[in-house]
Nanobody, 130 residues
Framework: QVQLVESGGGSVQAGGSLRLSCAASGYTYRRYCMGWFRQAPGKEREGVAAIYTGGGTTEYADSVKGRFTISQDNPKNTLYLQMNSLKPEDTAMYYC???????????????????????WGQGTQVTVSS
């Protein structure tokens, strides 16, 4: 099993910044890839960013490229999402997720892949006001 606990959400004005953290525990070998997803009311959960734990390769949704940065601190078993130049449309519940090696070859941005082969945190709310 893998346990994930997010923190760092909050309310900020447009143009501001937040850093989300995700503390991971459990079987390290089950964490082939780590990611951040978000879900706004009435919308589907969407992939924001992902990082492959072995080589550090990162992926980003087009909507956040150049504004968000995903990173990991392996000794601390912590995943981060630095969010700059926030926009009201970034408002959502943000979820940390871990994908097991069984998800190899799948599309990282598809939440269903992580549901089938991974683990989810409880989420942290991010609200951006205009």
């Amino acid at each position: 099993q893998v346990q994930l606990v997010e923190s760092g959400g909050g309310s900020v004005q447009a143009g501001g910044s937040l850093r989300l953290s995700c503390a991971a525990s459990g079987y390290t070998y089950r964490r082939y890839c780590m990611g951040w997803f978000r879900q706004a009311p009435g919308k589907e959960r969407e992939g924001v960013a992902a990082i492959y734990t072995g080589g550090g390769t990162t992926e980003y949704a087009d909507s956040v490229k150049g504004r968000f940065t995903i990173s990991q601190d392996n000794p601390k078993n912590t995943l981060y999402l630095q969010m700059n130049s926030l926009k009201p449309e970034d408002t959502a519940m943000y979820y940390c997720a871990a994908l097991s090696p069984m998800g190899y070859g799948g599309s990282w941005y598809e939440a269903r892949l992580w549901t089938d082969f991974g683990y989810w945190g409880q989420g942290t709310q991010v609200t951006v006001s205009s």
